[in-house]
């Protein structure tokens, strides 16, 4: 695989309202939330590439949905979920653990794909860019503070790189 291109799912109903009380629920896109994701989905398909992944939560498979215009095979998983976390909003599953589920997934698909989306959500999102450009993982989240914020990841050992750099970013209208 020579590329991966981020993204984080657009806004949704519940952060549009504000309410953070229910964190951990499944809201559909917003209205502004599907705007965002046709401005991602221009973007993204600048960009060549072979299957687009999400998470199993609506707002990820939607966003997904929009971006892939091009139909190719589109796929979600639970790999890609958000950090399990009980209903108190506190951690059933450590980094080290969100690493190991979402980093066991992808990695077998770099003999399967040469470039690939992922719709995911900010923390996953984060620890998938931490893993490839080796950052802290307070740096990698400042990449996905916004909904919608996409990155475009390439490593093409036949050009040269022996490292995975940032080749690209997008940033939709919040408002």
Same mark, same amino acid.
């Given at each position: 695989?020579?590329q991966?291109i981020?993204a984080? /799912?657009?806004?949704?109903? %519940? !952060?549009?309202s504000?309410?953070s ?7 559909? %896109?917003?209205? !502004? ?7 991602? $989905?221009? &973007? ?8 687009? &992944?999400? $998470?199993l =939560?609506?707002?990820? @498979? ?11 095979? *589109?796929?979600?998983? @639970?790999? %890609? ?10 951690g059933?599953? $450590?980094?080290? #653990? ?6 066991? =997934?992808?990695?077998? #698909?770099?003999? %399967?794909?040469? $470039?690939i989306?992922?719709?995911? /959500?900010?923390?996953i ?6 893993? &490839? !450009?080796?950052?802290?993982f307070e740096?990698?989240e400042?990449? &996905? ?12 050992? *036949? ?5 995975? /750099? @940032?080749?690209?970013?997008f940033?939709?209208? *919040?408002?």
């Amino acid at each position: 695989m020579e590329q991966i291109i981020l993204a984080r /799912h657009c806004q949704t109903d %519940l !952060l549009a309202s504000g309410d953070s009380s229910t964190r951990r629920n499944d809201s559909p %896109l917003s209205e !502004l939330g599907l705007k965002q994701a046709a401005q991602v $989905s221009k &973007f993204v398909n600048k960009f060549e590439y072979d299957a687009v &992944f999400s $998470s199993l =939560f609506i707002r990820t @498979i939607k966003t997904a949905e929009i971006i892939n215009e091009n139909k190719k095979p *589109q796929f979600a998983n @639970i790999n %890609l979920s958000e950090y399990f976390a009980g209903d108190d909003g506190k951690g059933r599953e $450590s980094t080290t #653990m969100g690493i190991a589920r979402t980093m066991s =997934f992808i990695y077998p #698909m770099f003999d %399967l794909y040469k $470039s690939i989306v992922i719709v995911g /959500h900010n923390a996953i999102n984060s620890t998938i860019l931490r893993s &490839f !450009l080796n950052m802290e993982f307070e740096e990698a989240e400042g990449y &996905f503070k916004s909904v919608g914020q996409v990155l475009v990841l390439r490593r093409d050992w *036949q050009k040269g790189d022996k490292v995975w /750099h @940032i080749e690209d970013k997008f940033t939709p209208d *919040q408002e």
